[in-house]
């Protein structure tokens, strides 16, 4: 393997390596969940970040006592060009989380409040 080929070998890992992270608090909602059609939805380019993983919330359809620490939710990294993102549930009823205009920031770590 020559030099330039490992480069781009680590840029490409490193691009794949990255993650959006959200921390979310709830107020005073008694139970929730999160349904994996949650996405970061990029402004301008409309390209939607998956949801990877939770923690200190039930994936739908099972339910969350809402213990007031909150939760958070691990996404695919957003593109390099992106500055603003939506964070959308999209459900097939009403009540999704959302979160419209975020500003991108440096660390890729944010916190919410729904």
């Not at 949801?51 to 957003?78: C, R, V, Y």
């Amino acid at each position: 393997m020559t030099e330039t080929e490992e480069v781009t070998e680590v840029k490409i890992l490193q691009s794949e390596e990255r993650q959006t992270i959200v921390h979310c608090s709830c107020g005073h909602d008694y139970a929730y969940r999160i349904w994996p059609s949650t996405f970061l939805i990029e402004h301008g380019t409309g390209k939607r970040a998956g949801l990877i993983t939770a923690f200190n919330i039930s994936l739908a359809p099972q339910w969350t006592l809402n213990d007031g620490k909150g939760f958070t939710l691990i996404f695919e990294g957003l593109s390099k060009e992106c500055s603003v993102f939506d964070l959308k549930e999209i459900i097939p009823e009403p009540g999704g989380f959302e979160v419209l205009t975020i500003p991108r920031n440096n660390s890729d770590v944010y916190t919410v409040t729904f």
